[in-house]
């Protein structure tokens, strides 16, 4: 079968983009191996933001004496429940995203393997499909260090199958995922334990940052060994057992959750029969407008290496539907890293860091403030974090926010917005915000930066 295009995957890129090449007249195979709507519908945003928003309402439950409101009785949790719910938000997803793809008479579905024979084609099921156009959006999986290959463990995935709450948790690494769901379980009633190789949390943050999500997760009787060098991993019927290298201390848990980052779906492809060319930890290699060193090759989302979140993967989408149907204007390097960690309260990351700028030498100055100096924050009864907002010294232009505090994935959109129009940060130091809001403390913390020693 010859076809206009195929793309590999219906993630957060592909779906939307079978629509528009569909709308644009084009004959497309879609090829899906797994579930429809790929990682973030499936096994990532949807049900973790599902499952934590249980786990708030059973800590908000549990600690409300201090509001004048008091529970009688114990809380309980209902796994079985929680896990109901998750699946019924994800089925609705889910099934939208099939039948827009199925009932497009534009579209056909694959459901299999693709591989690669060459540039042009593909074997899936034992046919071979081909087209001018090929577009891969497969994503990626956990990476499993090969300590934890022979034991019992969960990833992400199996974590959100689970029917009866974990009596003791042992998470390995100490990054979004890890730390979403320790808290996450904890709330739910597990004892919780995080072992992470590093000498700090999210070591990609500011070190104050790290320091006060290590406060927040403590405070929870979250227990976190740092520079836990995995020396054997051993498993009988019910248990799990950890040695830590230099240590005589063995930890021992009831279920074990490997969180050590993610590697890309691209070593099952068959890109070896092509001229598609990889890095040295599998992601394709892209140029401004996603695409391979195959010019009629496309890479788009995790597997891309260029962002791995829901949000680039559409961004991706976007770069590359302006390319095929639009002016071209849109581009890779004009986007911003944004991201935010689902941890209570969240934090919310946009640009550069401190580290960063301190790395490159750039004369900028910092505006923060405190949580615990903020109204808002205070009569919610929600003050742990810090906001904290760079500004270049010559162009006065915002280089990056880090907002850790109640809601700051919201309001950081403000500092997003501000980064993309290329507004100086005065632009919101001017502005008059709603009060009583947290957000409404941006202008007053942005009068009076002070430089930033490199």
């Known amino acids: 079968m010859k076809f206009d295009a195929i793309i590999l995957g219906s993630g957060q890129a592909g779906n939307p983009l079978a629509a528009s090449l569909a709308k644009n007249g084009q004959k497309v195979a879609i090829v899906e191996k797994g579930k429809f709507g790929g990682t973030c519908v499936n096994t990532g945003c949807t049900p ?8 708030r309402r059973a800590f908000v439950t549990k600690n409300s004496s201090n509001h004048g409101v008091e529970v009688q009785g114990d809380v309980s949790i209902n796994l079985k429940q929680i896990k109901k719910r998750k699946e019924e938000i994800i089925g609705e997803s889910r099934s939208g995203i099939e039948k827009m793809l199925e009932e497009n008479e534009q579209i056909s579905v694959y459901r299999g393997i ?9 074997e899936v099921n034992g046919e071979v499909i081909s087209a001018e156009k090929i577009f891969i959006n497969t994503g990626a999986r956990s990476r499993i260090p090969s300590e934890f290959e022979n034991i019992h463990y969960y990833t992400n995935e199996g974590m959100l199958e689970l029917e009866e709450i974990p009596e003791h948790l042992i998470i390995v690494g100490g990054g979004y995922i890890g730390l ?27 070190e104050d940052i790290s320091e006060a999500i290590k406060d927040i997760l403590e405070k929870e009787d979250i227990k976190i060994y740092f520079n836990a ?48 060319e990889l890095d040295e930890k599998g ?13 009629h090759i496309w890479a788009l989302g995790d597997c891309n290496g260029e962002g791995a979140f829901t949000h680039t993967s559409f961004n991706d989408y976007q770069i590359v539907n302006d390319h095929l149907f639009g002016n071209s204007s849109r581009k890779l390097s004009d986007r911003f890293t944004c991201y935010a960690a689902y941890i209570d309260p969240p934090l919310a990351r946009v640009g550069m860091n401190e580290k960063m700028i301190k790395e490159k030498g750039i004369k900028a100055e910092i505006a923060s403030m405190p949580m ?3 109204s808002r924050a205070k009569e919610m009864g929600e003050t742990e974090g810090i906001l904290k907002i760079y500004i270049e010294a010559a162009t006065k232009k915002i280089l990056g926010a880090s907002f850790l505090g109640t809601r700051a994935d919201e309001y950081i959109h403000g500092i997003i917005d501000a980064m993309y129009a290329g507004t100086p940060y005065t632009t919101i130091r001017d ?11 941006i202008p007053s913390m942005l009068e009076s930066p002070e430089k930033l020693e490199l």
């Open 180 to 206: 979403e769901f320790a808290q996450m379980f904890r709330r739910f009633g597990s004892k919780v334990s995080i072992l992470d190789h590093g000498s700090r949390l999210m070591k990609q943050e500011d």
């Open 431 to 441: 502005a008059v915000h709603i009060h009583p809001t947290v957000s409404e403390l």
């Open 283 to 295: 992601y394709i290699k892209v140029n401004e407008q996603l695409q391979t060193s195959v010019r």
């Open 48 to 55: 973790t933001k599902s499952y934590i928003a249980s786990a």
């Open 229 to 276: 060098k995995i020396e054997e991993a051993t498993a009988n019927k019910t248990e799990v057992f950890i040695n830590i290298k230099g240590s005589e201390e063995k930890i021992s848990g009831s279920h074990l959750l490997v969180a050590t980052g993610r590697i890309p779906n691209t070593d099952n492809l068959g890109l070896e029969n092509t001229d598609v």
């Open 372 to 374: 615990n100096k903020i």
């Open 114 to 122: 693709a591989n690669f024979r060459d540039n042009h084609s593909l």
